[in-house]
């Protein structure tokens, strides 16, 4: 059975046995004449007591299943690859998996059978799963029933369990976190065995191309990242001075100035923006800016390149507007009321009163708005792939084409990479580096915000 199958199956079993826990509460609260808890509470017991052993089981099967089929496959294969290392052995298996999935057919005889052998284990493994998974909610569905009794104190075991999903939640949040940091570390570690650490940090040249003849420049690959960090930063800078002082203005002008009318058509309408899809302002600055920008650099003298870093930057900065007047204005709304009338009761003027009170005590959030929309920028691909392109310039010029540490980690995972050469292990490499900016970003806001806050009554 397919997966949607054995959900749906699940789901119908689950409203079943609620049903039937909530029918025999009720029936014991006519023969006892009390009952602790509502019947709903105890038909969503018994429903719980179902589905706790179904996902036990499940993620057993998740841990064992597959290195079970590929060890009954390795132990069906020819001498040959038993014999053979971990790679060959993780290719033949891909062999025989790929045709099975996607249904093609294998002219070599051998790799036929195993193909045949493999897709006859895996439906009765799917039959099995079926099964266990049945047996699972059964029992324990039964179990809950038996549990059910006038005193009974279903809601709090409900409420219990509810507080343990939430905090298995959380911790599935922290570990998923964990596992990428580790498993960016781990394959940066292998880089950087490969590719001196000062190197990385310090070359002046992004080649990660090996070349062919030893003679070519950077026949070894050039993996130096200063290129990429210049790009990132110019760009990334390119856009916060389009979009903090708009954004930041938008936000006084709506908090402030705007009537409640206005305010709730801009507001909307401005926060459109955020939901454009980057590849359209990657179109868009492409198509639209970038030709402009070149077109204005002829005509007064200047020589813009078709894929700009100020193309991308501009368009960039217009995406990210959002982000810094949502925030903001959000911020200057939690000002109290009671700062300005004060204010304003001291003689100060509107300006007066948002320059010297409103302001500042708005800062830490602004500032959050702020580094959150530089995150933001650093973080982004589609604009400058389509707008600034691909040339690892060292420049801090804004009319040369320059590219960003995103980018390349794009370029260097496309189509089919062997994870044991410099040049796609370098992807996790820029990872790690763009995962220690946005960390120190976020070390920084959080150290504005408790510095500068303020609690009001």
Same mark, same amino acid.
């Given at each position: 059975m397919t997966t949607t199958s054995i959900f749906l199956c699940l789901a119908l079993l689950g409203f079943g046995f609620?049903?039937?826990?909530?029918?025999?509460?009720?029936?014991a609260s006519v023969i006892s004449g009390k009952l602790h808890s509502l019947p709903s509470f105890h038909g969503a017991y018994v429903a719980m007591c179902m589905f706790v052993p179904v996902l036990v089981v499940i993620i057993a099967w998740l841990l064992y299943s597959g290195n079970s089929v590929d060890q009954q496959l390795l132990n069906a294969a020819p001498i040959e690859i038993q014999e053979a290392g971990q790679?060959?052995?993780t290719k033949y298996l891909y062999s025989i998996i790929t045709p099975a999935v996607q249904g093609l057919e294998v002219s070599d005889s051998a790799?036929?059978?195993?193909v045949t052998n493999f897709q006859e284990l895996t439906k009765r493994n799917k039959l099995i799963r079926f099964i266990l998974i049945l047996l699972a909610a059964v029992?324990?569905?039964?179990?809950?029933?038996?549990? @059910?009794?006038?005193d009974f104190r279903a809601r709090n075991q409900f409420e219990s369990g509810v507080k343990y999903l939430l905090m298995a939640c959380s911790l599935i949040a922290i570990l998923t976190t964990i596992g990428i940091v580790l498993s960016v570390l781990f394959e940066s570690i292998r880089f950087f065995n490969k590719v001196p650490l000062h190197e990385f940090l310090f070359g002046t040249q992004w080649s990660p191309q090996i070349a062919i003849r030893a003679d070519q420049v950077g026949s070894s690959g050039a993996f130096?990242? @200063?290129p990429l960090v210049t790009g990132t930063l110019l760009i990334a800078t390119l856009a916060m001075l389009v979009a903090a002082p708009i954004g930041l203005m938008a936000a006084i002008y709506l908090s402030e100035y705007a009537s409640s009318r206005v305010r709730s058509v801009a507001k909307p309408m401005l926060e459109i923006l955020a939901g454009i899809p980057t590849v359209v302002y990657g179109f868009f600055a492409a198509l639209t800016v970038a030709p402009f920008l070149r077109n204005w650099g002829d005509s007064v003298g200047l020589t813009i390149s078709s894929e700009s870093a100020l193309a991308a930057g501009v368009v960039m900065g217009v995406m990210i507007i959002p982000y810094v007047s949502s925030l903001s204005d959000d911020a200057i709304n939690a000002v109290p009321n009671s700062l300005r009338e004060g204010a304003y009761g001291l003689g100060s003027t509107k300006s007066e009163t948002i320059k010297q009170v409103i302001f500042p005590a708005a800062l830490p959030g602004i500032v959050s708005a702020l580094l959150l929309a530089v995150s933001r920028a650093i973080g982004e691909t589609m604009i400058v792939v389509m707008a600034a392109g691909l040339a690892a310039n060292l420049t801090a010029n804004?009319?040369?084409s320059v590219t960003t540490?995103?980018?390349?980690?794009?370029?260097l995972l496309v189509g089919d990479q062997e994870f044991d050469s410099p040049k796609t292990l370098a992807a996790f490499a820029?990872?790690?580096?763009?995962?220690?900016?946005?960390?120190?970003?976020n070390i920084i806001a959080l150290r504005v915000v408790r510095k500068y806050r303020e609690r009001y009554d």
């Open positions: 609620y049903l039937l826990g909530r029918w025999r509460a009720m029936n790679l060959d052995q790799l036929a059978a195993q029992l324990g569905g039964l179990w809950g029933l038996l549990k @059910i009794k006038p130096g990242v @200063i804004p009319f040369e540490i995103t980018v390349q980690i794009v370029t820029l990872g790690l580096s763009l995962f220690i900016v946005t960390l120190c970003l």
